[in-house]
T-cell receptor, first 113, second 111 residues
Framework: DADVTQTPRNRITKTGKRIMLECSQT?????MYWYRQDPGLGLRLIYY???????NKGEISDGYSVSRQAQAKFSLSLESAIPNQTALYFC????????????FGPGTRLTVL | EDKVVQSPLSLVVHEGDTVTLNCSYE??????LLWYKQEKKAPTFLFML??SGIEKKSGRLSSILDKKELFSILNITATQTGDSAVYLC???????????WGAGTKLIIKP
């Protein structure tokens, strides 16, 4: 079973719609992250959470919001989707301590028409 | 502004060749540098480098960090078609544990 899961895996929606992307993990990690990936731009951090009560904006948080419902769940919302939010979205987790490596979910491909 | 730059952006070689991928960084509060391999989907972790001059190896892949010159290299020897992927490096910040990503090097291995 996958340690980090994302739903949905693919989504096509229209401009102005509200969209929620969900991420769940069974790794027991405290830290969770949301990234978007666009061709030629690498991964860009949207939001991150170091525990259930700690949520921080990343470099491109405008137009997005997040909710950390539990240690294992971290959801990303687009309140009113726009076409330039079309991208591949990844959730990742990492443990506290010295490893500092991140484990990625399979990604959600979102298309906003 | 924190940034990570990878070069080359793309590279095409033949099976059996050795390749070297470059990653330079300019970040405040540097903690570690990480390398990932991305094939069709999510990035998978390769190496984390924290200390200068200590080579990390995994099979045909190896990597080293130079904290004085602010760069890292990823070497792949005796390349195989399965090594074809985008290789990403990222700098981990000590202050807030954010990762600053490079744009990636797209490596294509021809049979």
């Amino acid at each position: 079973d996958a340690d980090v899961t994302q739903t949905p895996r693919n989504r096509i929606t229209k401009t102005g719609k509200r969209i929620m992307l969900e991420c769940s993990q069974t790794k027991g990690h405290d830290r969770m992250y949301w990234y978007r990936q666009d061709p030629g731009l690498g991964l860009r951090l949207i939001y991150y959470s170091f525990d259930v009560k700690d949520i921080n904006k990343g470099e491109i948080s405008d137009g997005y919001s997040v909710s950390r419902q539990a240690q294992a769940k971290f959801s990303l919302s687009l309140e009113s989707a726009i076409p330039n939010q079309t991208a591949l979205y990844f959730c990742a987790t990492s443990p506290q301590g010295s490893t500092d490596t991140q484990y990625f979910g399979p990604g959600t491909r979102l298309t906003v028409l | 502004e924190d940034k990570v730059v990878q070069s080359p952006l793309s590279l095409v070689v033949h099976e059996g060749d050795t390749v070297t991928l470059n990653c330079s960084y300019e970040v405040t509060n540097f903690r570690s540098l990480l390398w990932y391999k991305q094939e069709k989907k999510a990035p998978t972790f390769l190496f984390m480098l924290t200390s200068s001059g200590i080579e990390k190896k995994s099979g045909r892949l190896s990597s080293i960090l130079d904290k004085k010159e602010l760069f890292s290299i990823l070497n792949i020897t005796a390349t195989q078609t399965g090594d074809s992927a985008v290789y990403l490096c990222a700098a981990l910040l000590d202050s807030n544990y954010q990762l600053i990503w490079g744009a990636g090097t797209k490596l294509i291995i021809k049979p």
